[in-house]
C-alpha cells in the first residue's frame, strides 16, 4: 500500500510593525548593544502592541500560508496552534479565536511545549494526515513573551521577541514530512519556567510582588541543555528517515541565541551556510521561531524543491523535537514576506 504523505504545500508568517532594539532595552535595563550581541547575536525583536494577542498573529501568519498554499479557508479541517503565550490564560484556546477570525470550520486545538510547540503542532497534524482522519491541516507557532518577560530582568528581557508563522499541510503521495522524532524531561522543569497564575501558585500579591508571574531561566543549563539535545535530536530524526547530515540542505533550529547555532553547527559538523538564521532581526519569538525562519528562507528564494530540511527546537518543558522534511513547494512568489 502506498503510504500518505503529509507534505508542507504553504507557509506564511508575521511579525508585529514596532521594533524593539538593543538601544531600547539599554534604556530600560543595565545592559548593552555589545553584550547582547557578543552574547546572543540578537540586535531587535518585534513588539506586539497592546492592542494585539497571540491569536491576531497567529492569524495573520495563517492567512498568508493559506494564501500561498492557493487554497482558501473552508480546505482548512484542522487547526493545531502550538504556543504557550495564549490569549486567555485558561479558554477559550488560542486555536478556537483564530479559527474565528479566519472563519474556519473545523476542529482546533493548542498545543503548550514551549519553544518546542511548533514542531509537536507538526507532530500532531502530519500524524491526523497520515492515518487518514484528516486531508489538509493548518499548524501555526505563535507566542507573545514580551508579554510574560520581566523588563526588570536584563538576563531574560533581551531575549525575547513576538511573531507567528504558519504551515499547510496537505496529503500527498511525494514526501513531504518523512519524520519527527520528540521528547521531554520534566526533571527539568525549573530551568525555564514562569513560577505563578497557574494551579501550583496561582498570582497572588506577594507572588506578584515578587515578580513571579514572570519568566525566569538558568540561562547557563538551558544552553547545556540546547547545544547537547539539538544535534541528537537532528541525528534521531535524520537516521529515522533514512538520512545523514550530509544529506541536508538546510538546518533550521530554533532561533534562540546565535552561540547555541554556532556550537550546533560545530558539534554537527555541518557547513555554516547551511544552518539558517535569522535571531540577529527576530529574538528568539518561541514557538514562532521555527515558522518564521523556514518562511523567511522560502521568500528569500534559497529554498528549492527537493531540499531536505531539518526543523528542530528546544524549550521549556523540557522539551525537544526534530522534523526532517522534503520540500516540495516552487517559488516564493505567492508567499508573504513579513510586513
Ligand atoms: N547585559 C549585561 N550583562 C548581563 C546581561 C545583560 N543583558 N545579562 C546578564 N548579564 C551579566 C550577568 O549578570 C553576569 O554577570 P556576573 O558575571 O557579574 O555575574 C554575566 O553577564 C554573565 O552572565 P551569564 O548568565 O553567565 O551569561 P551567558 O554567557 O550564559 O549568557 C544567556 C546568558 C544569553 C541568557 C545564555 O545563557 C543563553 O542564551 N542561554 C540559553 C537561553 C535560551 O536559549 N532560552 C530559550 C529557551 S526556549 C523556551 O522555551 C522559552
New binding site residues.
Given amino acids: 500500500m502506498t503510504r500518505r504523505n503529509a507534505a508542507i504545500i504553504g507557509v506564511g508568517s508575521y511579525l508585529p510593525e514596532r521594533v524593539l532594539s538593543n538601544a531600547d532595552l539599554e534604556r530600560m ?4 548593544d555589545e ?2 550581541v557578543s ?2 547575536g540578537i540586535r531587535e525583536r518585534r513588539m506586539g502592541d497592546e492592542s494585539m494577542a497571540t491569536s491576531d498573529l497567529a492569524a495573520r501568519a495563517a492567512e498568508r500560508a493559506i494564501r500561498s498554499a492557493g487554497l482558501s479557508p473552508s480546505d482548512i479541517d484542522l487547526l493545531v496552534v502550538g504556543t ?1 503565550s495564549p490569549d486567555h490564560a485558561l479558554f477559550p484556546s488560542t486555536a478556537c479565536l483564530v479559527q474565528a477570525k479566519l472563519g474556519l470550520g473545523c476542529a482546533a486545538f493548542d498545543v503548550n511545549a ?3 510547540g511548533f514542531v509537536y503542532a507538526l507532530q500532531v497534524g502530519a500524524s491526523a494526515i497520515e492515518s487518514l482522519r484528516a486531508e489538509t491541516v493548518l499548524v501555526i507557532g505563535a507566542d507573545m ?1 514580551t508579554r510574560h518577560v520581566d523588563f526588570k530582568d ?3 528581557c ?3 521577541g513576538d511573531g507567528a508563522g504558519a504551515v499547510v499541510l496537505r496529503a500527498a503521495v511525494e514526501p513531504g514530512v518523512e519524520s519527527i522524532v520528540l521528547g521531554s524531561d520534566g526533571t527539568g522543569a525549573d530551568l ?1 519556567k514562569v513560577p505563578a497564575g497557574g494551579t501550583a501558585a496561582p498570582c497572588t500579591v506577594e507572588r506578584i510582588n515578587e515578580r513571579q508571574q514572570y ?1 525566569q ?1 538558568q ?2 543549563d ?2 547545556k541543555f ?1 547545544v547537547r539535545v539539538i544535534p541528537k535530536a537532528t541525528v534521531q530524526a535524520l537516521t529515522a528517515s533514512g538520512h545523514s547530515v550530509e544529506d541536508l540542505a538546510w538546518l533550521i533550529p ?1 532561533q ?2 546565535q ?2 547555532l554556532n556550537t550546533v553547527e560545530e558539534r554537527l559538523g555541518i557547513d555554516h551556510d547551511r544552518v539558517f538564521s535569522n535571531v540577529e532581526k527576530v529574538g ?1 519569538t ?1 514557538a514562532a521561531s521555527i515558522p518564521l525562519a523556514l518562511d523567511d528562507l522560502y521568500t528569500s528564494g534559497r529554498l528549492q524543491p527537493g531540499d531536505l530540511v531539518a526543523l528542530v527546537g ?3 518543558g523540557l522539551t525537544w523535537g526534530a522534523a526532517v522534511v522534503r520540500w516540495t513547494m516552487t517559488g516564493p512568489e505567492q508567499g508573504g514576506l513579513p510586513e
Avoid at 29 to 32: A, R, Y
Fill in positions: 535595563v543595565e545592559t548593552n553584550w547582547i552574547r546572543t504557550s514551549a519553544c518546542t513573551l536584563r538576563s531574560t533581551i531575549l525575547f525555564l519568566v531561566m540561562g547557563n538551558v544552553f540546547a530554533h534562540a541565541n552561540r547555541i528568539n518561541s528546544f524549550g521549556a
